[in-house]
C-alpha cells in the first residue's frame, strides 16, 4: 500500500509541476502578403469583333469582357449611352494606354468622358457626361 500511495503521491506532484494556467506564448503573426496590382494583359484584343454600328451601351459590355474593367454611370448618363451609337471599326490588339484614348474618342461625340474611379485593382472607370 505504501508503494501505491507513494506513487500516486509522485503522479499528482507531477501533475502540479505543470502550470496549466500559465499563459502560452501568443503565435508570431504571420504579415499579411503585400497588395499586388491586379493582373492585366498586355495588350486588348478587339480585332475578331465584326465592323458594325453598335450601341454604346454594347460597346461597353464588350470592353469590359475583353479587357476587365468595369464600367459604371448614372441613370442619367445610361440615357444617353443607350441612345447612341457608333461604328465599331476592327482595330489590332491595344496597349492599355491606346485603349484608353480609343474610349475617350468613342465617348467624345456623345458628350461623355470616361474617368478613372478607385482604388486602382478594381480597375473601374465612371462614364460621366463631359463638363462644359
Same mark, same amino acid.
Given at each position: 500500500m505504501n508503494r501505491l500511495t507513494i506513487l500516486v503521491a509522485t503522479i499528482a506532484l507531477a501533475a502540479c509541476s505543470t502550470t496549466p494556467d500559465s499563459p502560452t506564448p501568443a503565435p508570431t503573426p504571420t504579415p499579411a502578403p503585400a497588395p499586388t496590382k491586379a493582373a492585366r494583359p498586355a495588350h486588348f484584343d478587339f480585332s475578331d469583333l465584326p465592323e458594325q454600328e453598335l450601341r454604346l451601351d454594347? =460597346? =461597353?459590355? *464588350?470592353?469590359q469582357a475583353r479587357t476587365g474593367f468595369n464600367f459604371t454611370y448614372a441613370a442619367t448618363t445610361g440615357?444617353?449611352? *443607350?441612345k447612341s451609337f457608333v461604328h465599331f471599326s476592327r482595330s489590332p490588339a491595344m496597349t492599355l494606354a491606346e485603349f484608353e484614348t480609343a474610349l475617350q474618342e468613342v465617348l467624345l461625340p456623345h458628350g461623355l468622358e470616361a474617368k478613372r474611379i478607385g482604388p486602382e485593382h478594381l480597375q473601374v472607370y465612371a462614364i460621366q457626361l463631359r463638363k462644359s
Open positions: 454594347q =460597346l =461597353l459590355k *464588350e470592353c440615357a444617353v449611352i *443607350e
